[in-house]
């Protein structure tokens, strides 16, 4: 796992990430400006220190060299007391070792042959004897000691007859230790002024280092004295002691800053300055520590000014660092060992407290496979977890409880759903879908199309041909579902049921607005067209109830005129009218429903009348102008208008095509009879050469004898009242296809397809003694049809010629 | 149409010749009338010299049935051919009445 990926994973790391890093630079920050801070206060008190000690070293040498100074002049003062002698002059020098531990040596030189006895020199001298301890007498001048009067620095007061004391310039002893030494003298006078002795006192230099060593402010300072004449009288390299010139010394081996110093230093100033290379660092010889060459020294200097020497410490810089600097280094490795033991401690802090966070993670995991009854994690704190997890637990109760809900309403969904299932059933189970309809038909094709919107409305359409009519509607009934499926059922129905004894659409119409306008409770109406086409004539009587006015397809598209009525269902009473007219052959009428004109589209357009007039123009050019064809062509629009729209509405369509053929009569004989039951056999005899003249057998001959007797004895009773005279008419008629029998009475308007029709299965005793007739007439011809044409019952009776030879009687 | 009734063996044949239609059903009708004041034994309608039968026929051999039933009397046909056979299947008749 890469180190993105585990800090993305882990609050614990990541977080530790951050604080460590945050808290880490703070302290760095923090430890930077101390260990700053702490330097800065290390060199201000090493400064301090130094200075101190530089003070400490100047007074301590001063006094010394004053103290000397004093003793040697106190001497003098009273000098004369014992100077005037040759041998009492030892006293006084004797008085004056003794009296100053520092003074090595101390002589006078009496001017040139001051003692006529002791040659042209004398000069007594006193000192103290290194092995004996002992104060040792001697005489340096005379004869054997010349030397003392030689010009150089040590007398030089002598020569000079300088009037005050006088310190010389060191310079070694001559004697085998080569101890530095310095000479302090003070000429002795004479009341009349003139000078006639010095008194000189040798001081050991040795204790100079002593004494600064004493107040040097670090034992690894290192010491330096430089004296005017730019020897050294105490340098760390004890062979430097007045044998190296110091700024001969610096000029070869130091540098700029260095040669700075020491010019500082000859002119008698105060301070302190930071360098490579001091003097102090510098030896004669050529093993120079490279080291301490290079290493920066902060240098303190000051003069004596009683003898005009400079006094310098050097103090290395890393030295006076060194705690600050181990301080910071200590810094560093506590830092690291901070972060290391700071990421540890947060890390574990952190995921010891988010870990109630990772069992919350995983009940919520599978609470997320849908298992509800995963048990929470107890939380014993009370922070902000413990919220999360509270309001987990109210989540998960929340989300049960609307899973349940959402299961109870998806069941009620799909109910619903069966429900409207059901509506559909109902609906689709109740019209025809059969198409072509009647095959065998020559003079009629019909094409129906239903299809449903999701929610169901109560579209329908049904036809039937009884008696040589074509009994057809289309509807829409209000609302949707299954209210709306079973209105339309019961619709359905009632214009079976009617229209099987009424072959007027207005009447149907009428007692179906009875019907439906007292069982309405629920205020649901019914848009209905109910047509009745008589097939031999082409007569159509048409009756609309509020329905969508239909289209006549011929040569040209045109909208039917007819009255519009009301719907059914929403008012009783209501007078409807029908219309009527002739249908040539090959004429559509096109029924549809509102779904048809109103479809929307996603943008709410309709589809509209245009749009469809449109269709049934173009319709016009095409070359096979059957009704299916219309009806593919509408659909096709106004799948192409809707898209994809979900259609609210049923749409139904409805094509009926009237193609009755003339053909040419093969055989015509007509008799007229008068209303008198007694003519039937001028009747048969009238059959009996019809059946012959087509060769019809035995049989045939006497089912068609027995289905004219059955409807002519009908008519002559019914349509002329008892006692009236009237004439009926019967013409036989036959093509190719059929044989026709045509009875025309002008007796009252009696149409007896109308009468119920028996029920055969019934026992002796229900079984009702007449209504035979009728029923005979219909069982053996294929149709019966009744038309009241100018003030005439006009009874059609018509016998496929095709069907002849399977004749359903020959099978007994 | 001719109608001709006789007893045999304790029943009563009727004989139908030719065309019972509804002209001749009346004279019929009148000829069958005996037939209502049976009390027993059998009736014998004897179909086979009828020729034609209507529904105004069919009525009268209902009737026969009609008034001879509740008595108990059995009503047989007999000697139908096809196509009065195929008249009385038609209307349901046939199940009403025994064939012999």
Not at chain 1, 770 to 779: D, M, Q
Request: glycine fraction near 4%; hydrophobic fraction near 40%; charged fraction near 25%.
């Amino acid at each position: 796992m890469g180190i993105r990926n585990r800090m993305n994973a882990s609050v614990a790391f990541r977080t530790t990430i951050v604080v460590v890093t945050l808290a880490g630079l703070i302290l760095l920050i923090f430890g930077l400006w101390q260990v700053h801070h702490v330097r800065k206060v290390m060199v201000e008190e090493v400064h301090r220190q130094a200075s101190r000690s530089m003070d400490g070293a100047i007074k301590a040498i001063d006094d010394r060299v004053s103290d000397v100074e004093t003793a040697v002049q106190t001497a003098a003062a009273y000098a004369d007391l014992f100077a005037y002698d040759d041998k009492n002059c030892y006293q006084l020098l004797e008085r004056l070792i003794k009296h100053n531990t520092d003074i090595a040596a101390v002589t006078l030189l009496y001017r040139e042959n001051y003692f006529p006895a002791h040659g042209r020199y004398y000069a007594p001298t006193v000192y103290n004897d290194a092995t004996t301890k002992a104060v040792e007498h001697d005489e340096i001048g005379g004869p054997d000691h010349d030397f003392c009067y030689l010009e150089t620095d040590s007398n030089w007061i002598y020569t000079n007859l300088k009037e005050a004391g006088y310190w010389c310039l060191p310079y070694l002893d001559s004697m085998s230790t080569k101890r530095p030494m310095v000479t302090y003298s003070v000429p002795l006078k004479e009341p009349n002024g003139s000078i006639y002795a010095v008194l000189c006192a040798d001081v050991d230099l040795m204790w100079v280092k002593t004494v600064i060593d004493d107040v040097k402010p670090y034992p690894y300072s290192r010491v330096s004295v430089v004296s005017r004449d730019e020897q050294f009288i105490c340098h760390p390299d004890s062979s430097c002691i007045l044998s190296v010139n110091a700024v001969k010394l610096v000029r070869e081996k130091g540098n700029k800053k260095s040669m700075e110093l020491i010019q500082r230093m000859l002119r008698w100033e105060k301070g302190s300055d930071t360098m490579t290379a001091p003097i102090h660092v510098l030896t004669d010889g050529k093993d120079d520590n490279r080291d301490e060459l290079t290493a920066n020294q902060i240098v303190y200097f000051a003069p004596v000014d009683r003898v005009l020497w400079s006094v310098s410490f050097s103090i290395p810089e890393d030295e006076i660092l060194k705690t600050p600097n181990k301080l910071q280094r200590s810094m560093f490795y506590l830092l690291g060992l901070m972060a290391v033991s700071l990421s540890l401690l947060i890390f574990f802090v952190i995921h010891y407290h988010l870990r109630p966070l990772k069992l919350l993670a995983e009940s919520t995991r599978e609470i997320a496979k849908g298992n509800f009854d995963v048990p929470m994690p107890v939380i014993a704190s009370h922070d902000e977890i413990r919220h999360l997890r509270d309001s987990f637990e109210e989540m998960l109760k929340s989300l049960s409880r609307y899973v349940s809900e959402l299961k109870i309403t998806t069941s009620m969904k799909a109910s619903m759903e069966s429900e409207l299932k059901v509506a559909n059933d109902i609906q689709m189970s109740m019209i025809p879908k059969t198409f072509p309809p009647y095959p065998e038909r020559d003079d009629i094709e019909i094409s129906g199309q239903l299809t449903p919107a999701k929610a169901v409305g109560g579209d329908f359409y049904d036809f039937y041909i009884r008696d040589e009519k074509l009994f057809f509607c289309v509807g829409d009934v209000s609302g949707k579902g299954v209210p709306a499926a079973l209105v339309m059922a019961v619709t359905r129905s009632l214009f079976k049921t009617l229209s099987a004894r009424e072959a007027a659409p207005e009447r149907v119409m009428m007692q179906m607005n009875e019907s439906l306008a007292d069982q309405s409770e629920s205020n649901m109406f019914v848009t209905m067209l109910t047509g009745v086409l008589d097939l031999p004539t082409g007569r159509l009587r048409i009756c609309n109830a509020g329905h969508n006015v239909p289209l006549l397809i011929n040569k040209e598209v045109e909208t039917m005129t007819i009255d519009s009525n009301i719907p059914l269902g929403v008012m009783s009473d209501w007078k409807y009218t029908s219309q009527e007219m002739w249908i040539s052959p090959q004429t559509i009428i096109f029924l549809y429903t509102d779904g048809l004109t109103e479809a929307e589209n996603s943008d709410h357009g309709q589809f509209g009348d245009e749009r469809m007039m449109g269709v049934a123009e173009q319709f016009l050019a095409e070359e096979d102008k059957s009704p299916n064809v219309l009806l593919e062509r509408m659909s096709d629009a106004v799948s192409t208008f809707v898209d994809h729209a979900e259609q609210s509405d049923d749409l139904t369509m409805l094509a009926i095509r009237y193609t009755k053929e003339h053909r040419d009569v093969r055989l015509q004989r007509e008799i007229t009879l008068p209303n008198d039951v007694q003519t039937v056999p001028q009747l048969a005899q009238f059959v009996d050469e019809v059946c012959e003249a087509l060769g019809f057998d035995m049989s045939l001959t006497m089912q068609m004898n027995l289905a004219l007797e059955e409807a002519v004895v009908n008519v002559m009773n019914y349509a002329y009242p008892k006692g009236s005279d009237g004439d009926v008419n019967i013409v036989a008629e036959a093509n190719d296809v059929r044989l026709k029998f045509t009875i025309t009475d002008s007796g009252l308007p009696f149409d007896p397809t109308t009468k119920e029709e028996i029920d055969t299965s019934l026992s002796l005793e229900e079984r009702p003694i007449g209504g035979l007739g009728i029923f005979l007439v219909r069982e053996l011809m294929d149709s019966i049809n009744y038309e009241r044409i100018n003030g005439k019952n006009v009874l059609t009776l018509r016998k496929k010629l095709g069907t002849i030879q399977q004749s359903p009687t020959h099978a007994l | 149409m001719k109608t001709t009734l006789y007893e045999k063996d304790g029943s009563m044949v009727a004989v139908f010749e030719g065309r019972l239609d509804t002209a001749a059903a009346p004279q019929c009708e009148q000829d069958l009338k005996p037939l209502n004041d049976c009390t027993a034994g059998e009736i014998v309608l004897d179909c086979n010299a009828l020729e034609y039968i209507s529904s105004s026929g069919l009525r009268l051999f209902l009737s026969v049935l009609k008034h001879a039933k509740p008595k108990g009397i059995h009503v047989f046909l007999t000697g139908m051919n096809a196509d009065l056979s195929s008249v009385f299947k038609m209307t349901g008749l046939i199940n009403l009445f025994e064939l012999r």
